[in-house]
């Protein structure tokens, strides 16, 4: 008796799993061929996170963007990051809103990867907290970035953003000079793990 019970949970333990896999495969092979259009969306989350060493820095990036047509996405952002300075003990928060526009200008992998160019313009709220006093200031950015989607599932896809290719930041401060920055990267790809930002995109 033990023996055909034993027999029989086994048979529903590989059958379980053989349906799992076969969903798993599924989903994966509904990636292939996937193609946006117009009146697409999606949501989009990306998230960088640096510590140990001199510094701490976590930042967390929402999007929302629409689809145009196949190749062209027009959205909103959210964007909030920490950073704390542990030998002076100084922590900057940055919260912002913006806009942006992507171009999709490479598929590859049965076009489950897509590699797009993305241009942003921001307006930023700062605080930088020197204990025991404190500074805030407000910021103008606008940026052109280089990353790529790589769909898991006809809807969900992974997103790395792989280099800034050019950056401008503006800031005038409640008490002092404003300071502009401009900063153009040339050797887009010399070490593209040195920005390890990534995230996820849900496209509905």
Not at 84 to 102: C, D, L, M, P
Not at 156 to 183: H, K
Not at 189 to 196: A, S, V, Y
């Amino acid at each position: 008796m033990k023996t055909k019970i034993t027999a029989i949970l086994a048979f529903f333990a590989f059958s379980f799993t053989n349906a799992q896999q076969a969903q798993v495969d599924q989903e994966l092979n509904s990636a292939k061929g996937i193609q946006f259009k117009k009146g697409d969306m999606f949501i989009e989350g990306s998230v960088k996170i640096s510590t140990g060493g001199e510094k701490d820095y976590y930042g967390f990036s929402p999007k929302f963007g629409y689809l145009l047509n196949e190749k062209i996405a027009i959205g909103g952002k959210l964007n909030y990051s920490s950073e704390k300075v542990e030998a002076t003990n100084v922590k900057t928060n940055i919260f912002g809103v913006g806009a942006f526009a992507r171009y999709y200008f490479l598929e590859l992998d049965k076009k489950r990867f897509k590699a797009f160019a993305e241009a942003g313009l921001g307006y930023g709220s700062n605080k930088i907290e020197t204990p025991p006093n404190s500074d805030t200031s407000n910021s103008v950015t606008a940026d052109i970035t280089v990353g790529l989607n790589y769909f898991v599932t006809k809807n969900i896809a992974v997103t790395f953003t792989l280099a800034n290719v050019l950056s401008y930041n503006s800031v005038s401060p409640e008490n002092g000079s404003s300071s502009d920055t401009f900063n153009l990267n040339i050797n887009l790809f010399e070490n593209i793990f040195d920005q390890p930002q990534f995230g996820l995109l849900y496209k509905f």
